[in-house]
């Protein structure tokens, strides 16, 4: 199956911009998505990037595809304590990453 | 309101006793899918479902049982439990396969004992 890699915690300030980086495998994958997960609750979709963008980007949100490299990543600009959760990438729909743990310190 | 709902929320149980647990969507969504996550392991796939009667294996089917046999639910079944699936539990649905994002439930927390 297809490797999905994310580091597994990130720590920023409040009011610091967060990025959130993922590496996938499948070069296939047409869509690429960001899930966050708030504590003690289901996954909720963020965003999305089509696998023909380079970049899209969504209120506080820029989401970054580099294909080549098959790396996205996930920016989160002003960083704000509500932000803290876990976020996960997935690719093709099958494959999410570890997920990485973004805790944001007041 | 559009959901993918789950139940229970919570379950204890003991080693070999059978348990279902419920996944429902009110979107007539064709794609479902559960998953299990463990911390460090992020969300392994354990069965998925294109449509009705049609299910296959995801990456960790072992000791799961699934059936489609109405579009809107997907139950999973544990026929003999045992302590190493305690996880969280996730339904999901999409509609049309694989390229609209999923709908989650709210999860489920099992513990085996």
């Known amino acids: 199956g297809e490797d999905v890699e994310q580091s597994l915690f990130l720590s920023v300030r409040e009011g610091d911009s967060s990025v959130i980086n993922c590496t996938y495998t499948d070069s296939s994958s047409t869509y690429l998505y960001w899930y966050k997960q708030e504590p003690g609750a289901g996954l909720q979709l963020l965003t999305y990037?089509?696998?023909?963008?380079d970049m899209k980007q969504d209120q506080r949100l820029t989401v970054l595809l580099n294909k080549k490299d098959k790396h996205l990543s996930l920016r989160i600009a002003d960083t704000q304590t509500g932000d803290s959760a876990i976020y996960f990438c997935?690719?093709?729909?099958?494959?999410f990453g570890t997920g990485t743990s973004l805790t944001v310190i007041p | 309101e559009a959901q993918v709902t789950q139940n229970p929320r919570y379950l204890i149980t003991v080693t070999g006793k059978k348990l279902t647990v419920t996944c429902s969507q009110n979107?007539?969504?064709?794609?479902m899918s559960w998953y299990r996550q463990d911390p460090g392991l992020g969300l392994r796939q354990i069965y998925y479902?294109?449509?009705?009667?049609?299910?296959d294996k995801g990456d960790v089917p072992e000791g799961y049982k699934v059936s489609r046999k109405e579009k809107r639910n997907f139950p999973l079944i544990l026929e003999s439990p045992s302590p190493n699936q305690t996880s969280l539990y996730f339904c999901?649905?999409?509609?049309?396969?694989?390229?609209?994002?999923?709908?989650f439930g709210s999860g489920t927390r099992l513990t085996v004992v």
């Open positions: 479902s294109m449509n009705v009667e049609v299910t």
């Open positions: 990037i089509f696998s023909n963008m």
């Open positions: 999901a649905s999409s509609p049309q396969g694989t390229n609209y994002g999923y709908t």
């Open positions: 997935l690719s093709n729909q099958f494959y």
């Open positions: 979107m007539n969504h064709e794609y």
